[in-house]
T-cell receptor, first 114, second 112 residues
Framework: NAGVMQNPRHLVRRRGQEARLRCSPM?????VYWYRQLPEEGLKFMVY????????ESGMPKERFSAEFPKEGPSILRIQQVVRGDSAAYFC????????????FGPGTRLTVT | DQQVKQNSPSLSVQEGRISILNCDYT??????FLWYKKYPAEGPTFLIS?????DKNEDGRFTVFLNKSAKHLSLHIVPSQPGDSAVYFC???????????FGKGTSLLVTP
């Protein structure tokens, strides 16, 4: 039973480019969450999605960031016109349901903006 | 604002002894608490959880204690092993919700 898959594991982008981070949840999980970890910080919630629906994006920066979880395929976190402050580890998690269930995390994508 | 706090950035314990990691929270709406373990360059791994209707939950060498009146929880690892060396994150949520609120983590080093 494969765990949460994320790719790429490492991504380097120049300022102004776009970054696309992919996440495939665990089999049987229909709830996907994205978190960001800045250096020396804990993980911060960004967005919660179900298939074809964004349920809560209250943790997402207002501009340049978007997320989707299409009917087919992985969830995508997209960052347009990246800036150095976007450099962080981005983790995806999934759960079989929400509310009182543990979330299982992928290995993360480490984004470096040069 | 940091609603979940882990005030000890690091902890060093000898192999075989007990490790106690502490966590405080400020939001009284939190009623579901989790501990995650994280190795460098990997994602957090779920360890153990507790709901606010309990004050203790045990799983093998790991026990979590919850003191709701003090808004405090702790993770006990007995006996500690060198493989337990990692960063431990405390997280909290509202069980009817979904966003996990994480502390900044405590780096545990278990020495032989």
């Amino acid at each position: 039973n494969a765990g949460v898959m994320q790719n790429p594991r490492h991504l380097v982008r120049r300022r102004g480019q776009e970054a696309r981070l992919r996440c495939s949840p665990m089999k049987g999980h229909s709830h996907v969450y994205w978190y960001r970890q800045l250096p020396e910080e804990g993980l911060k919630f960004m967005v919660y999605l179900q298939k074809e629906n964004i349920i809560d994006e209250s943790g997402m920066p207002k501009e340049r960031f978007s997320a989707e979880f299409p009917k087919e395929g992985p969830s995508i976190l997209r960052i347009q016109q990246v800036v150095r402050g976007d450099s962080a580890a981005y983790f995806c998690a999934s759960s079989p349901a929400t509310g009182g269930y543990e979330q299982y995390f992928g290995p993360g994508t480490r984004l470096t903006v040069t | 604002d940091q609603q979940v706090k882990q005030n000890s950035p690091s902890l060093s314990v000898q192999e075989g002894r007990i490790s106690i990691l502490n966590c405080d929270y400020t939001n009284s709406m939190f009623d579901y608490f989790l501990w995650y373990k994280k190795y460098p360059a990997e994602g957090p791994t779920f360890l153990i959880s507790i709901s606010s209707i309990k004050d203790k939950n045990e799983d093998g060498r790991f026990t979590v204690f919850l003191n709701k009146s003090a808004k405090h929880l702790s993770l006990h690892i007995v006996p500690s092993q060198p493989g337990d060396s990692a960063v431990y994150f405390c997280a909290a949520s509202v069980s009817s919700g979904y966003a996990l609120n994480f502390g900044k983590g405590t780096s545990l080093l278990v020495t032989p």
